[in-house]
């Protein structure tokens, strides 16, 4: 960042400070005790998130049939909502008391209960007791997860089964809870097809807002998925809002899970983070969650008497596992996508609203660079507005983290529809910087140009005013 002026960093901000938001984090996995929260708490607050993703465990909350101990999801619930954070509940897997299927694997995992009427009615009463016990504490309520998947939806996914499911399980939530928000989807598949049969089979009438995953590395998946979605939503005649429910990177390779396949490092699990939350903001999603807290033993697939030895590495906060056991080992410790996330929290302390900004890249010769600016073809960009009217200019080049290193060149543009004092900020490390006369001018009429500013491979902030 050399020719800038650093000025300052940007300050944390507690979760409690902030009254709304559109970041999120994730915690599930809490309903088979994949991690201890009460060393995660006042990290996962102090970050400046607000909406966190959990998992509610039937089988760990209805262990006898017709009785319900809320006692360890209260728990989480509460503490949770202490320190300013908003939890919204994923209802989700089977049940050993009503059946056979969800012995066998760890967590009852995608073992649904629509095999047999006893199963059915019980898992409803049970949708309809959560939702009326956690009335006035959780609004946001998501049907399964995943369902697209075979270990997800056992024994063979099903989409006109988990459409009649939604119907029905919304019918309790809303029974429960008139004010209560139901959440369907939750799919990780780029494809359009759950989505369009669940419309065609009832889901668009009964869905307050609707859920996807996106484990990539390339951020225009997630920006394509969700032209389609609000497309495919007006389509159909629903008002459903869109959140993109997870999305994360592994911070190192041979991890078990999504993208465990692909080469990386914590340099390009904070990249990833940083392009696809922004991505997401620019979209106009209602909130976006990364996945997860922590890194913990991950396998959907695990046998209910095995132990899980193999590992996710997601965590905003790092872990060392016993291989033998997989239990942890030490403490968690902060990785560099935990800063990063921090510092797009505190700047994106608001529910902010992706807004247009005049904008015309001319890209020139750079002798600082020996070569041209970044084509246009290959940047990403657009503006973030707040409600004191200050806004952000944020590009960055989507550069294929797996094959290509670290990325700095530099861009040319105008713009114009801002004004106020104008600022850089790299949320990678948090740096606030001025730009010199040599790199900015600006007319009388506030048309500013930028000349062979720098590019990275993960958003830039240019701010005007008080962002």
Not at 80 to 100: Q, S
Not at 238 to 256: P, R, T
Not at 312 to 335: H, I, N, R, S, V
Request: charged share 25%; with cysteine.
């Amino acid at each position: 960042m050399e020719r800038l002026l650093k000025i300052g960093t940007v300050k944390p901000i507690h979760s409690r400070d902030i009254e709304e938001s559109r970041l999120g984090l994730g915690m599930e996995k809490l309903d088979r005790d994949a991690f201890d929260p009460e060393k995660v708490y006042d990290r996962v607050a102090a970050l400046g998130v607000k909406w966190i993703r959990i998992q509610s465990g039937w089988q760990k909350t209805e262990r006898t049939e017709g009785v319900y101990d809320f006692a360890w999801l209260d728990r989480q619930v509460d503490e949770l909502l202490a320190r300013g954070l908003k939890p919204w509940l994923c209802l989700c897997y089977g049940n050993i008391v009503y059946d056979d299927l969800a012995k066998e694997y760890y967590g009852a995992v995608g073992c649904t209960p629509i095999r047999t009427e006893r199963a059915y009615a019980a898992w409803l009463k049970y949708v309809y007791e959560t939702v009326k016990h956690f009335t006035g504490r959780i609004e946001y309520y998501e049907i399964w997860n995943e369902a697209e998947g075979n270990w997800t939806w056992r024994p063979v996914a099903n989409v006109k089964e988990y459409a009649e499911f939604c119907v029905k399980t919304a019918k309790e939530i809303k029974s429960a809870d008139a004010n209560a928000k139901v959440i369907t989807g939750s799919h990780y598949q780029d494809s359009m097809e759950f989505f369009n049969e669940e419309f065609t089979n009832g889901t668009i009438a009964i869905s307050d807002a609707v859920t996807y995953h996106s484990y990539h590395y390339d951020e225009t998946y997630s920006m394509q998925r969700v032209a389609a979605l609000k497309a495919l939503i007006k389509h159909y005649g629903g008002h459903a809002e869109i959140i993109q429910g997870e999305s994360g990177s592994q911070s190192k390779s041979g991890g078990n899970g999504a993208l465990g396949w692909i080469r990386t490092n914590q340099d390009m699990q904070t990249k990833q983070i940083l392009r696809h939350t922004v991505a997401d903001i620019l979209s106009g999603v209602k909130f976006t969650s990364v996945f997860s807290c922590v890194d913990m033993a991950e396998n959907l697939d695990a046998k209910a008497d095995e132990p899980i030895t193999t590992c996710g590495y997601f965590g905003l906060l790092g872990a060392d596992f016993d291989p033998k056991t997989g239990t942890l080992m030490g403490d968690y410790y902060e990785k560099p996508s935990y800063y990063a996330f921090q510092n797009l929290c505190a700047l994106f302390n608001e529910n902010v609203t992706p807004s247009y900004i005049p904008v015309i890249f001319t890209p020139q010769w750079s002798s600082r660079l020996g070569g041209y600016d970044c084509p246009t073809r290959e940047i990403i960009y657009g503006g973030i507005e707040k409600k004191n009217g200050a806004c952000a200019f944020v590009y960055w080049r989507s550069t294929d983290m797996v094959t290509f290193g670290s990325y700095e060149g530099s861009a040319t543009f105008e713009l114009s529809g801002v004004a106020g004092d104008v600022h850089l900020i790299d949320p990678m490390d948090g740096n606030i910087y001025e730009i010199p006369a040599e790199i900015m001018t600006r007319t009388e009429s506030n048309l500013y140009t930028f000349k062979n500013i720098p590019i990275k491979d993960y958003p830039l902030f240019i701010t005007f005013g008080d962002f």
